[in-house]
């Protein structure tokens, strides 16, 4: 069976970066999307620019985002992984 090496380090940046994932990402791209929401609302902002930014701009920074909720789902799954293999290896 080959050696493994944890740190201290490493569990804690693996701590953190699930931290960041599974609440502060989250919590900003639910902030950027109520945000560019309200911003989009004719109500909050009328004109020219604001036209096109309710038809280019917001529509497809909403779609980037749903793609970094998508891709941050995709990434959460690979920090189990090592968060697993690190207390399997005794590190936790």
Same mark, same amino acid.
């Given at each position: 069976?080959?050696?493994?090496?944890?740190?201290?380090?490493?569990?804690?940046?693996?701590?953190?970066?699930?931290?960041?994932?599974?609440?502060?990402?989250?919590?900003?791209?639910?902030? +950027?999307?109520?945000? $560019? !929401?309200?911003?989009? &609302?004719?109500? %909050?902002?009328?004109?020219?620019?604001? +036209?096109?930014?309710? $038809? !280019?701009?917001?529509? &497809?920074?909403? %779609?980037?985002?749903?793609?970094?909720?998508?891709?941050?789902?995709?990434?959460?799954?690979?920090?189990?992984?090592?968060?697993?293999?690190?207390?399997?290896?005794?590190?936790?």
């Amino acid at each position: 069976m080959p050696t493994v090496k944890i740190t201290d380090q490493a569990k804690a940046d693996a701590v953190r970066m699930n931290n960041m994932i599974n609440t502060e990402m989250p919590n900003l791209i639910n902030q +950027m999307n109520t945000l $560019g !929401q309200q911003m989009a &609302d004719p109500q %909050n902002w009328d004109g020219p620019l604001a +036209m096109q930014y309710r $038809g !280019q701009v917001w529509p &497809d920074a909403r %779609n980037k985002l749903q793609a970094m909720r998508n891709s941050l789902s995709e990434l959460q799954q690979s920090v189990r992984k090592v968060m697993d293999n690190i207390s399997h290896a005794g590190g936790a």
